[in-house]
């Protein structure tokens, strides 16, 4: 990291912070920006931005958060050691210590004749949803589990994963019956829903961001290159990730008031990081979410296609004359 400072920088009087000039103010020949060499959180003084070490380190490779985390895991374990901060490192796979910890069972669409209830059921909500791949022409494979760990929060819960180089990074818990709440977000060790983004494709010259994973795989086994923020209100940190997409970022959250602030805090946001102008493509007005589109065999990938329009003034007034 040092590197990308060309040696401007400083410890500080405590030895305990590195002193640097600001990434976010140009000519900062006082050094604004200061990084704590215990914990790794760094904060710029004079433009307010904050944040982790990997946070710091995916915008100076320009890389995604995730992408950040598994090389900086990478460069420690060839090491064989764990540099600052001290925090011990779990070097064991996630996939595994969900395993472990939740009693995870695959459900894939040849699990239609397994003889674990719990499997059974959620082959039919997965099946009845068409979330499971049966095209030949789409290079894209969900993977599911359900729980039954005895102790686990999300026993006799749907499981779906986030994946990242073959290891789960995050999981959403999805009831399979009339549990409360529907979907239960992954805790404890596993970064907060605001700080994570589903699975795209980041050379793609597209990407559709939509709400929820149900809706981004819809769009993926239909070709559309998506990603879900879970929910409609996109975090700081989730737009800091997206910036560095070069494609088209089309907007895709539910035609609803909820959904309408969303596009509106998302575009709020886009304008503070100095972000690409964003584009916007509603799922269809007769559906509530694309999952319900794809369900009902509505061709996504020419809809979005053909719908997808840029978000800015003209369409503002569009919009605004359509719903008067």
């Given amino acids: 990291m040092l590197k990308k400072f060309e040696q401007n920088y400083k410890l500080s009087s405590s030895n305990d912070e590195l ?10 020949y006082k050094r ?10 760094w904060q710029c003084f004079k433009s307010g931005n904050k944040g982790n070490f990997i946070q710091l380190y995916a915008y100076l490779e320009g890389i995604t958060y995730n992408k950040a985390e598994s090389n900086i895991l990478f460069e420690e374990l060839l090491k064989g ?3 600052k901060p001290k925090k ?11 395993h472990n910890n939740l009693g995870l069972i695959p459900v894939s669409v040849d699990s239609a004749d397994s003889l674990n209830p719990l499997v059974q059921k959620a082959w039919v909500f ?8 049966l095209r030949d022409d789409i290079d894209f494979h969900p993977t599911y589990y359900v729980s039954t760990g005895a102790k686990s929060l999300y026993r006799g819960r749907l499981i779906i994963p986030f994946f990242n180089d073959s290891q789960i990074f995050y999981f959403q818990a999805r009831a399979l019956g009339d549990e409360t709440p529907k979907y239960l977000n992954a805790t404890g ?17 597209h990407l559709v961001v939509c709400e929820g994973p149900f809706d981004a795989i819809s769009l993926q086994l239909q070709g559309v290159n998506a990603t879900c923020t879970m929910g409609c209100s996109i975090s700081d940190h989730q737009v800091e990730m997206l910036k560095y997409f070069e494609g088209d970022i089309i907007v895709g959250y539910d035609n609803d008031e909820a959904g309408k602030k969303g596009v509106n805090r998302f575009d709020y946001l886009r304008r503070l990081k100095r972000m690409a102008d964003l584009h916007i493509c509603h799922p269809p007005s007769e559906v509530k979410d694309w999952n319900e589109a794809h369900m009902k065999g509505l061709d996504l990938k020419r809809y979005v296609d053909l719908r997808t329009t840029r978000y800015d003034y003209d369409y503002l007034v569009d919009h605004l004359l359509t719903t008067l």
């Avoid at 997965?126 to 791949?133: A, G, Q």
Wanted: a negative charge; aromatic letters at 10%; charged letters at 25%.
């Fill in 19 to 28: 002193v640097v000039p600001s990434l976010f103010v140009a000519d900062d």
């Fill in 32 to 41: 604004h920006m200061s990084v704590n060499l215990e914990t790794g959180l």
């Fill in 81 to 83: 050691t764990v540099s």
């Fill in 88 to 98: 011990k490192i779990e070097t064991k796979s996630k996939p595994a210590m969900l």
């Fill in 126 to 133: 997965l099946y009845e949803r068409k979330l499971f791949n």
């Fill in 189 to 205: 060790d596993w970064p907060k829903s605001s700080a994570v983004l589903y699975p795209y494709d980041t050379d793609a010259d």
